[in-house]
């Protein structure tokens, strides 16, 4: 009898076991889906900056992609036992591109290498305890401010990739032409993700990519670097290819400069804020606070992300930062980190399909920039308004980052302003020590840079 109880109490919990790892690849894949617009949107970003003379760096720059995202989520899955997913963050490579290799002339080398240290950097905060001093120094509304300003950052460059918005010598800016294919094809993926969101549907901004990318195809659009789609000469299903001329390419020398330091911290504070908004906001949402509202298994899941910046860079890609749509997998019933290891599998796997995601034209994935960008604005509803403390700092800081190009500059913008009108308001005790040395040495880089 005592044999017959002891086998069924195998037979079911072999039964409970195999119900566990498949509620967890089946999140690990809801997950993936909603994120894996990141293979085509990232290299998209990066290859503006990235480059060799004569080489075609897309294929390389989405294996990175992968790799990056593929480590990130297996670290967090086996180390950070969380149900969250990691690859290159949105807005981090934007700034990368943007403000520090195009806008300030710095070489790809050197910004990865920044991206290398601003990862070491994040990984010591996250050790010995300074998280909780960090968070706690910026204002809640600068928080808002700068999760909404990269919000319309991304949305800029996603109606810009469009053609929706040109550059006008009178206005600055002006409406693109509804001729072209390009905006016609971004406003029917645009209609078509936020319709499939509207509905719930997983993955509405991959198949909203997807969409745009059959309807560019179909119509013999001339958006495939000016020309229509070419096909696959050797299939879509091909061996993996191997970063070479962006692993370890990066500059650590270059990236040490006196000006680079700036750029440094920025990534570090922008990477970090994102890290800790998006993980306290996914634990919150799989029940994995304390009774305080705290965060269990903090360090393990900051240091994990740090760990995944600096690798990522070491394969040339932007800073790798935990994903927000990991919230899929959750509401799927993720819990633990096979969630992750299974979106790390995924990503592995996407490795085998880069001609299809290479056929993914920018005007296909603008209307994920779009879409991503407005929901970032949702955090302006936790601003005050009406009070202009926080208001005109908040604002600088939202229209500061897209309309400079620049998150540095958006977020110095919002940091000084907002130290300078409690300082002469007579509310200088209500802002915590930190603020005031971060916006003496931003003054200090705004004097050295004229």
Not at 25 to 44: D, E, K, Q, V, W
Not at 61 to 70: D, H, I, K, Q, V
Not at 95 to 104: A, E, I, K
Not at 112 to 129: D, E, R, T
Request: hydrophobic share 55%; net charge neutral.
């Amino acid at each position: 009898m005592e044999m017959q109880g002891l086998e069924r109490f195998m037979e079911e919990r072999g039964k409970r076991d195999k119900g566990y790892i498949i509620r967890e690849f089946r999140a690990g894949f809801a997950t993936f889906l909603t994120m894996s617009y990141i293979l085509f949107i990232n290299p998209n970003i990066l290859s503006e900056a990235i480059t060799l003379e004569g080489v075609n760096l897309w294929p390389q720059l989405m294996s990175a992609t992968a790799l990056a995202a593929a480590f990130g989520s297996l670290l967090m899955g086996l180390f950070g036992r969380r149900p969250f997913a990691l690859a290159p963050g949105m807005g981090l490579n934007a700034y990368f591109t943007y403000s520090v290799v195009l806008g300030q002339g710095m070489p790809w080398q050197a910004a990865l290498g920044a991206v290398f240290f601003s990862g070491l950097l994040f990984l010591v905060i996250s050790l010995v305890g300074l998280r909780e001093l960090l968070i706690n120094a910026i204002p809640v509304p600068l928080k808002h401010a700068i999760t909404a300003g990269i919000g319309c950052f991304l949305a800029t460059i996603g109606l810009v990739n469009a053609g929706l918005v040109v550059d006008h010598p009178v206005t600055l800016v002006t409406m693109g032409s509804l001729r072209e294919p390009g905006p016609l094809i971004a406003l029917f993926g645009l209609i078509l993700t936020v319709v499939l969101l509207v509905f719930e549907f997983k993955g509405a901004v991959l198949v909203g990519i997807l969409g745009s990318t059959l309807a560019a195809i179909a119509m013999g659009a001339e958006v495939f670097q000016g020309q229509a789609f070419q096909g696959f000469s050797e299939g879509f299903i091909r061996m993996p290819v191997w970063p070479k001329d962006l692993f370890l390419a990066l500059d650590l020398g270059g990236a040490l400069e006196l000006g680079a330091l700036s750029i440094i911290f920025t990534f570090l504070f922008v990477d970090f804020f994102d890290t800790a908004g998006t993980l306290i906001g996914l634990s919150h949402r799989a029940g994995l606070l304390d009774e305080q509202g705290k965060m269990t298994g903090a360090r393990a899941a900051f240091s994990v992300d740090a760990l995944a910046t600096s690798f990522g860079a070491l394969l040339g890609t932007s800073s790798t930062t935990s994903y927000i749509e990991s919230a899929a997998g959750i509401q799927e019933g993720g819990r633990t980190g096979l969630t992750a290891i299974a979106v790390a599998f995924f990503f592995l796997l996407s490795l085998f399909f880069w001609p299809l995601a290479s056929a993914v034209p920018a005007a296909a994935t603008a209307p994920a920039l779009v879409v991503i960008g407005a929901m970032m604005l949702f955090s302006t509803s936790n601003i005050d308004w009406n009070n202009y403390k926080q208001s005109l700092p908040a604002l600088l800081t939202i229209l500061g980052i897209p309309l400079t190009y620049s998150i540095t500059n958006g977020i110095s913008l919002g940091l000084i302003s907002y130290c300078l009108i409690h300082l002469f308001t007579g509310r200088a005790r209500e802002v915590h020590f930190l603020m005031y040395i971060l916006t003496a040495l931003l003054l200090i880089r705004f004097a050295l840079a004229g």
